[in-house]
């Protein structure tokens, strides 16, 4: 070392830009939010915009990314396949960007009391958030993974606007429609949704969540008692 070079401080926070798997993942969310009809719909493009003007604040701050231990559940199992099928349709480059980090990721359930059944069938991950790994309280980012026939019991976020994005695998909200990779379905505040697998593929989605900080950093997530009829949309 010659006299005058800087030295590393080792206790320094890691930043975004220290951590290029997390980078290009995080761009992957940004194009998402970017490209694509929003079919007609008035409320998908201020949804798309709020997300991409939240993640531009995040990406300008410089955000820490924080160390989360790493933790499979169950559905992790199929984790691989649902790669295989997103690496197949068009949200490849999502696909591939999340398989980068898979070793890093941490699944949960995100429940209290999660159904015995369910607990084998579905899982999460959060990749930007209050908690990290890139820590920020204005938004939050993740994967949801579903085995092959699960249904996801019926729940709302009060507070949040949730949107999710197809990577891999065809699902059902509400038993309504049908969604393949590449769709992108908004849930407002406060509105009642279920989802549903086929039943051969595991099913991957992406989302964002937009909402106050406190609401972000402390979800309180709960299945809703009681079943309302989802034909209503309520
Ligand atoms: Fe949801």
């Known amino acids: 070392m010659q006299d005058g070079?800087?030295?590393?401080?080792?206790n320094a926070p890691v930043r975004l830009r220290d951590r290029p798997g997390w980078i290009y993942l995080i761009q992957e969310f940004e194009m998402m939010y970017r490209l694509g009809s929003a079919g007609g719909s008035k409320a998908?493009?201020?949804?798309?915009?709020?997300?991409?003007?939240?993640?531009?604040?995040?990406?300008?701050?410089?955000?820490e990314v924080i160390a989360r231990t790493p933790e499979d559940k169950p559905v992790t199992a199929h984790l691989g396949r649902a790669f295989d099928l997103g690496d197949r349709g068009p949200m490849s480059g999502m696909s591939r960007a999340l398989e980068r980090v898979a070793p890093?990721?941490?699944?949960?359930?995100?429940?209290e009391k999660v159904p015995k059944a369910?607990?084998?069938?579905?899982?999460?991950c959060e990749v930007l958030g209050p908690r990290g790994p890139v820590v920020s309280d204005r938004i939050t980012l993740g994967f949801v993974l579903f085995a092959p026939n699960t249904t996801y019991p019926q729940h709302s976020h009060h507070d949040i606007e949730e949107s999710y994005v197809s990577v891999a695998g065809a699902w059902?909200?509400?038993?309504l429609a049908v969604y393949a990779p590449g769709s992108l379905i908004l849930n407002v505040p406060g509105h009642e949704h279920r989802i549903t697998t086929g039943e051969h593929d595991p099913c991957l989605l992406a989302y964002a969540w937009i909402g106050p900080?406190?609401?972000?950093?402390?979800?309180?997530?709960k299945f809703s008692k009681t079943k309302k009829r989802v034909e209503q949309g309520i």
């Open 213 to 221: 900080a406190d609401k972000l950093t402390a979800p309180g997530m």
């Open 104 to 111: 890093l990721l941490t699944w949960e359930y995100g429940y």
């Open 44 to 63: 998908i493009p201020s949804h798309r915009k709020r997300v991409r003007d939240a993640l531009g604040k995040v990406i300008d701050e410089g955000p």
């Open 5 to 10: 070079e800087p030295l590393v401080d080792m």
């Open 172 to 175: 059902s909200e509400n038993e």
């Open 118 to 124: 369910l607990a084998q069938k579905y899982a999460y």
